[in-house]
């Protein structure tokens, strides 16, 4: 049962983090038509690779959703296609911009003397915020993996705290056990002293009983 609660709780991170890709994937996809030039082709580069880990994403919860429970698995499989068709169509959408080659050259701008400067501000400006886009979203990434391995290491500690915690009831239960033996064994030892005293009374009896016969029997004797 642990196995399972600990591939759906994986699973649901997988979903949480391809959800944050996504949104990243699909606010560079609106951004590209208004881009042309290397702008554009370093926009279409960053969303090539956010859609291969997208991909990876997707295979390792084809691998996690195995371990779901049966009575879980409908809705997981159906949100699952959900998520490879919202990547299939973004897929198919980055080909389209990427094969209209007369914005990828920049057929916009002239090479011409007149506007240059204006066109020149206006792709530094679009370069500026591509590169502020990129450090977002690295660093939104970077905040969802120390969430994730915070998130490990507190059900690691519970796990460990829930072990130490079995030791103690285990090692208490252990303890109470001996002194129940040590309590029998303490009656057992009483119960042997008083039947050793009881004996010893006995025999003293006998003995004193046999002396007194032994003289009696004497005394007759010289009478």
């Not at 919202?86 to 911009?97: E, F, M, P, S, Y």
């Not at 042997?192 to 032994?214: E, G």
């Amino acid at each position: 049962m642990a196995n399972i609660d600990a591939g759906s709780e994986l699973f649901s991170s997988y979903e949480g983090e391809l959800h944050l890709l996504q949104a990243d994937i699909s606010q560079k996809l609106d951004m590209i038509p208004a881009l042309q030039g290397e702008p554009r082709k370093a926009a279409i580069s960053q969303a090539e690779r956010a859609l291969e880990e997208a991909k990876e994403l997707l295979d390792s919860m084809r691998l996690e959703k195995q371990n779901i429970p049966q009575a879980n698995k409908v809705k997981v499989n159906q949100r699952f296609r959900n998520y490879e068709s919202d990547v299939d169509a973004a897929k198919r959408k980055l080909a389209g911009l990427r094969d209209d080659r007369s914005a990828l050259f920049g057929k916009r701008y002239r090479d011409t003397p007149e506007g240059g400067d204006e066109q020149l501000e206006q792709r530094q400006q679009l370069l500026s915020g591509t590169d502020r886009l990129e450090r977002s979203s690295g660093r939104l990434r970077e905040s969802q993996r120390i969430a994730l391995e915070t998130e490990d290491i507190g059900r690691d500690t519970l796990a460990d705290l829930s072990r130490q915690r079995e030791t103690i009831e285990h090692t208490r239960g252990t303890l109470l056990e001996s002194e129940g033996y040590t309590d029998r064994s303490n009656k057992t030892l009483r119960s042997m002293a008083r039947r050793m005293a009881t004996n010893k009374i006995v025999t003293v009896a006998i003995i004193t009983v046999l002396v007194i016969l032994i003289i009696a029997v004497i005394v007759s004797k010289f009478r």
